[in-house]
C-alpha cells in the first residue's frame, strides 16, 4: 500500500463529482455517531464505554494534543514508504487490528467480517479470547494474511495451553496476553444497562468449541454470580440460544446446559492471582512468540522481557479498566526507553488520525493497535467498512507523512516533534 494518500483522496473526490459521499464517514467524530445510531444501545455502551467516568478514555485521546509536529519543507516526497516489519514479516502499514470481544454486536458476522476486512489490507488481525467466531473459523476468513492471537489467561492453566495449540495448528503468528483484566473493570454503562454479554453465550466461540473447556468438571461459582433461569430470565435465554454459535448446541441441548457453559466461564475467567512468576511458565506453552498487553510502568517492561517476552504492548485498555488511569501515550517514551530496541514496542489507547499514528512512532513504537474505530466501520459496513477505516487512516498517515517532510517511517523519531516535547 505504497503512497495510498492521493489516490484514496481522488477515489473519494471522483466519487462526489458524480454525486457519491462515502458511506464510511472519515472524520472520527462523524464515524463515531454514525456507529451509534447503528448499535443497539447495549452493544454501544458495551463497545463504546469506559471505566468510571471514563476519564482514561478521555485522556487517550486528549493525550495527542500535547504533542506538536515540526513540518520541515522542500524535501523530496515524491515517494513514501510506509511498511514495518515485525517478527519476520513485512507489513504494507505500521498498524495492527486490536483484540476486542463480541464483536457480534456491532454485525453479525463479527471476527469473520472484521478478519476480511484486515486481510484485504494485508494487516494483522488480532483475534480475542472472546472472540464470537472459533479461532479456528476466523484463521479461515484471514486467508493467508497474518494473524495474531490474544489470550485472556483464565484460572485453568490447561484452557490457556489448549487455546494456544488451537493458535499454533491454525496459523496464528503471535500470541498476545492481556495482563491488565485479570477481573472486569468498573463499568457503569454496562452496569446501567444490567449486560454483560458473556452471560448471554456471547463472546464464548472459543470456549464452547474448546475440548478441555468442555470436558472440565463445574466449577465452584460464587451464588451472587450464578445466572437465575427463573420466567424473567426466559428472554434472555432465548437471546443466548439465538446467538450461540452455529455448530454447538448439538452438544448443549437445553437451556440448562448452555447455561452450564456460561456459569463455567464465569468461574474460571478471572485470575487476579498472576504474577511475574508465571510469565515463564506461559513462555513454555508455546513456540510463538509473546507479547504482552497492558505495560504502563518502564520497571514492568524490563520485568516483562526477563521473564522472556518478545514484545510490549504500551496500554491500559482503552479507558475500560481504570479510571483517571496516565494516558497511553504519556508512558509511551519512558517504556521505549526501558526496552531500548532489544524487542518491538506496540502502542495501543485513542489511535483516530494518521497523525496520531505518527506521534506514537515519533515518541518509540514499531506500531500501533487500531481500536473502536474499527470496529464502528464494522457496525456500519462489514468488512467493507472495516477497510475503508483502514484505508482512511492509511491515506491520512501518507499524506501527513509527506507534508512533515518525510519519506519513510524510521525517519520518525523525536526530532519531528517540537522541541519542547523532544
Known sequence: MSAPGRRYQAKIFTAGFAGRRPSIPCAPHALERAAEARMSRKAWAY?????????????????????????????????????????????????????IGVLELAHRQGDLAAARGAAAAGLPFIVSSQASHPLEAIAGAAGDAPRWFQLYWSAKDEVAASFLRRAEAAGYEAIVVTLDTTQLGWRPRDLDGGYLPFLRGR????????????ALPPQPINPAERPKLGLRALPAVAELLRHWPRGTLSALASPQAVM?????????????????????????????????????????????LDAGMDGIIVSNHGGRQVDGAVASLDMLPAVAEAVAGRVPVLFDGGIRTGADVIKALSLGARAVLLGRPYVYGLALGGEEGVLAVIQALAGELDLTLALMGCQRLDELDRSVLAPQFR
Open 260 to 304: 452450564q457453559a456460561v456459569q463455567q466461564f464465569i468461574a474460571i475467567y478471572s485470575r487476579p492471582d498472576l504474577t511475574w512468576a508465571d510469565l515463564p511458565r506461559l513462555r513454555e506453552m508455546t513456540r510463538l512468540p509473546i507479547l504482552v498487553k497492558g505495560i504502563l510502568h518502564p520497571e514492568d517492561a524490563r520485568k516483562a
Open 47 to 99: 463497545v463504546a464505554g469506559g471505566a468510571g467516568l471514563e476519564r482514561t478514555m478521555a485522556a487517550n485521546c486528549s493525550a495527542f494534543s500535547r504533542y506538536s509536529l515540526l513540518q520541515r519543507m522542500l524535501r523530496d516526497v515524491s515517494t513514501r514508504q510506509l511498511s514495518v516489519e515485525l517478527f519476520g514479516r513485512t507489513l504494507p502499514l505500521p498498524i495492527l487490528l486490536a483484540p
Open 203 to 214: 463472546g464464548m466461540a472459543n470456549y464452547i468449541s474448546d475440548p478441555v473447556f468442555s
